[in-house]
């Protein structure tokens, strides 16, 4: 059984201030919490209806991980999703630690993306095409707001993060690797021969990479337009761009 | 000023069932509504703040559509909208009209995509890669949901759709033009040559294309996966393999 205070907390965690506050945040729904056990992120708490913890019971650590059995009305009232008949899981937030480009690596660099969908889905994207660091600008909305978390599919398991100045860090990186940008009036990428290493920035929804942050990239980029839109979302700007890298590194390997 | 019945009849349009029996779906926001004055389509009526009206009256064909000044809490209590300071638009739907690839064209056939995002969020990639057919079968989601127009950013203006019998339009096309459909264990994209023409077959959120959809598929084709995650969203899949297909027509067009 669910005790207020439990479900006060798990609501708590809704709000960014007080993930801060308890260095915790939420993963919801029968996969998210499954992968979520299965990953090295440490996850204090499990609520989940009988039929899930019968069956994902063997994936939790006894020693550090408490269950607690609720019902389907519980896991609504405590956690965001509109409906959830597994579980919900109270998982503490990682360390902030400085991520750098590696050689023969591609990173992701958001520069002040806001919507949590798109944060979720760029995670997603970086999963698939094996970008295992994105590095976020302060203004970038939170990684761990539970919607993110959600649109991230479980790839918020695999992926690593790092909140900070990013320009200070472009300063420092941006005479040593190449540093790609996605901008509206850059060389198109359908001829362009990206490196085996660098990184890649991302802009805002609406007004793109900022002044401070573009002075650095090095390669500025564009997917070709054959018809009339006006833009395409970030998320799919991001996957069509990496999409692009990754086929100009198969195709100089297999030369 | 809005009356009763105006309300009444704008609120119904949220649901397909009043949108069939009308033949009349709404637009909404002020980007979306004025795209849609400048299209083809007709509008019946336009609600607008005072401010949206005097900019955007120029753009109306009087004897056709009616203008009401409303309030914004009117706006937002007549449509869809969290908030909206500009205008709903309603605008009659058109006939439904079969659609083919023709010669030197791609088409997409959308067999049960589900989620109107994702519809709309698809709308706006065949928008951007000059794709100006969409061939829908029955279960695809109506494309004049508000979210789908919604999420379409305009480009729904732009674009033209047919629901229907995609199997039996499938069993007269598929001798003719190649039918390209996206699965899990299909040829590499990056290294595939795409044809001058066809179709581009995308399948269901969960389950993927339908077998008896998926035995007219001629050449199935993956987006290699450089990573770890499960799969990529629909909306993500279909601008990756519009790219790919665009690219490689490019090329060799260049050569």
Chains 1, 2 share one sequence.
């Not at 896991?75 to 999703?81: F, M, V």
């Not at 698939?128 to 599919?153: F, H, M, Q």
């Not at 690593?160 to 850059?186: C, E, K, M, R, T």
Request: hydrophobic share 40%.
């Amino acid at each position: 059984m669910l005790s207020k205070n439990q479900l006060k907390y798990i609501q708590s965690l809704h709000q960014k201030k007080y993930r801060q506050q308890h260095g915790a945040f939420l993963t919801e729904g029968a996969k998210s919490v499954q992968e979520v056990l299965r990953s090295d992120f440490q996850v204090e708490l499990v609520i989940a209806t009988e039929a899930f913890y019968k069956e994902n019971a063997h994936l939790t650590d006894y020693q550090r991980t408490s269950f607690e059995i609720a019902s389907v009305a519980d896991l609504e009232r405590a956690g965001t999703l509109e409906s959830n008949n597994a579980a919900i899981a109270v998982v503490r937030t990682k360390e902030n630690r400085p991520l750098l480009a590696g050689p023969n690596e591609i990173a992701l660099i958001l520069d002040d993306i806001r919507d949590p969908g798109n944060l979720g889905t760029i995670l997603r994207i970086a999963d698939w095409y094996g970008i295992r660091k994105i590095l976020c600008s302060e203004t970038t909305t939170d990684v761990y707001n539970p919607k993110v978390i959600s649109a991230s599919k479980g790839s918020f398991t695999r992926v690593n993060w790092w909140y900070g100045d990013i320009v200070q860090l472009l300063h420092q990186s941006a005479s040593v690797v190449p540093v790609y940008g996605a901008f509206l009036d850059g060389d198109d990428v359908h001829t362009l021969a990206f490196g085996s290493s660098g990184y890649l920035v991302m802009g805002n929804e609406s007004n793109g990479i900022r002044p401070e942050v573009g002075q650095y990239v090095t390669q500025r980029v564009t997917i070709p337009r054959y018809g009339d839109a006006e833009s395409l979302n970030v998320g799919i700007a991001t996957a069509v761009l990496l999409d692009n890298w990754r086929r100009t590194m198969t195709s100089v390997s297999a030369t």
